[in-house]
């Protein structure tokens, strides 16, 4: 549910008002929070099957944000 709701519609609905496309001070916490959902996505959806060992190595966090 984050991811759909987080990742998808939160910026589909705050980016279809064209006001909020031309302002700074919106667009850059929505680019973040854009990026930040990816980041949830890719962590919860990916990262399980990788690592194997049942739980994700913190060691691993640095690397991940880093690509």
């Known amino acids: 549910m984050l991811v ?3 990742h998808f519609f939160l910026p589909f ?3 279809l008002r ?3 496309k031309h302002t700074f001070k ?3 916490p ?3 929070w854009t990026w930040l959902m990816h980041f949830a996505d890719m962590a ?3 990262w399980p099957y990788h690592y ?3 739980f994700f190595p913190l060691q ?3 690397v991940a944000l880093a690509s």
Do not use: E, N, P, S
């Open 60 to 62: 691993w966090g640095v």
């Open 26 to 28: 919106f667009m850059v």
């Open 52 to 54: 194997d060992k049942g």
């Open 13 to 15: 609905l705050a980016l």
């Open 18 to 20: 064209i006001d909020v």
């Open 44 to 46: 919860f959806q990916i």
């Open 4 to 6: 759909i709701f987080g």
């Open 30 to 32: 929505l680019a973040i």
